[in-house]
């Protein structure tokens, strides 16, 4: 049983909704991810959340905004997004971003934008 | 920067009979290499991992890995696989240094189990 928990499970959006992703760990964990796959394809990193301070934005278009309101949680806001943002958008987390660190995964929330 | 390869993109093999995952890396500073399987519809979990030290990693459900640094890779084995081993596998490396855990994953291997 995974120890990162995703809400939700499944999404379906307009693209001129507001919703938001959310993720939990207990773990005492300092580094909190946001991975995003599409199908068939390995995950990509989006954010990365040290010590509640965004540390990495790989470039990810505005429409997407993260969040980290204390250690445990972890947001993504959606807004105005695209067909092509369906995917599923994996929460992780890990001790801290020191490299090397095991990170462990969520069961992920599955995203339709309609 | 770091990258993977996984050339086979499935790979089919009967229930007991043994199993490889091909992983090469390629990679100009020293890393820490990972191996993730993901079953249908669910996140990824860590089977194992090498950061140091012996080069033949044991993990969970049975699977090891070997570190070659002079060919650059790091395959995945089991000696004889089950049915529940059907799932995808992915090769993952970050650097060694530095302070962000960046994962580079690869394509992914479909590993399918048939009686």
């Known amino acids: 049983d995974t120890e990162v928990t995703q809400t939700p499970k499944h999404l379906v959006m307009g693209m001129t909704n507001k919703k938001s992703l959310k993720c939990e760990q207990h773990m005492g964990h300092r580094a909190m991810y946001w991975y995003k796959q599409k199908a068939k394809k390995p995950p990509e990193l989006m954010f990365v959340?040290?010590?509640?301070?965004?540390?990495i934005n790989e470039s990810v278009p505005s429409r997407f905004s993260p969040e980290c309101p204390n250690s445990s949680l972890l947001n993504l806001h959606l807004h105005a997004l695209q067909p092509e943002d369906s995917a599923l958008y994996l929460c992780?987390?890990?001790?801290?971003?020191?490299?090397?660190?095991?990170?462990?995964f969520g069961e992920g929330s599955w995203l339709t934008v309609v | 920067a770091q990258s993977v390869t996984q050339l086979d993109s499935q790979v089919p093999v009967f229930e007991e009979a043994p199993v490889e995952l091909r992983c090469n890396y390629s990679?100009?500073?020293?890393?820490?290499l990972f191996w993730y399987v993901q079953y249908p519809n669910q996140g990824l979990q860590l089977l194992l991992k090498y950061l140091s030290g012996s080069t033949l990693v044991k993990g969970i459900n049975g699977f090891e890995a070997e570190f070659n640094k002079s060919q650059t890779s790091f395959h995945l084995r089991k000696p004889s696989v089950h049915i529940s081993d059907t799932a995808e596998y992915f090769c993952?490396?970050?650097?060694?240094?530095?302070?962000?855990?960046?994962?580079?994953f690869g394509t992914g291997t479909r590993l399918q189990v048939t009686l």
């Open positions: 993952a490396v970050s650097a060694a240094t530095g302070t962000a855990s960046k994962l580079t």
């Open positions: 990679s100009s500073v020293s890393v820490y």
């Open positions: 959340y040290s010590y509640e301070k965004l540390s």
């Open positions: 992780a987390s890990s001790q801290d971003s020191i490299s090397g660190n095991t990170i462990y």
